[in-house]
């Protein structure tokens, strides 16, 4: 399958075999996709730009960076690309900051069975939001060319 009909996804995660398991639960639910892993914050950021991402998908605590953090720099510079927790430590309220701060979806590692249901949620919002955005787009574009009031009922 050609790059352009796979998912490009952001790993920031600094331990090898929780990718690792992330990817086997995405390929084992038909998901297909391009990944890259990163571990700085420098390193996010230039993958940010370089290898752009459809989704990130985030450890929460790394030894220098956080899922806080990236997810700061993200809603920042990519505020369409969504952003999803994957960690191994996440209380109640943490969950609940993380989604306030725009986290689209938080998932345990402990059940990580449940990421490819995270990510096609994730991905089927992300689609309908930009067939939203189109339509918005397109009632704008015509209100603003009309030279005449416009009545919507």
Known sequence: METENKIKILFIEDVPSDKELAEMELRKE???FISEVVETKNDFIQA??????DL???DYSLPSFDGM???????EFYPTVPFILYTGSL???TAVECIKAGAWDYVIKEHSARLPFAVKETMEKKAK???LKQSEDKYQTIFES?????LIV
């Open 48 to 53: 940010l730009n370089v290898f752009k991402p």
């Open 129 to 131: 939001l930009k067939i």
């Open 30 to 32: 038909g998901i297909v």
């Open 91 to 93: 209380n109640e309220e």
């Open 56 to 58: 990130i998908i985030s």
């Open 69 to 75: 953090q990236a997810l700061t720099i993200a809603k």
């Open 146 to 150: 009309t030279g005449t009031a416009t």
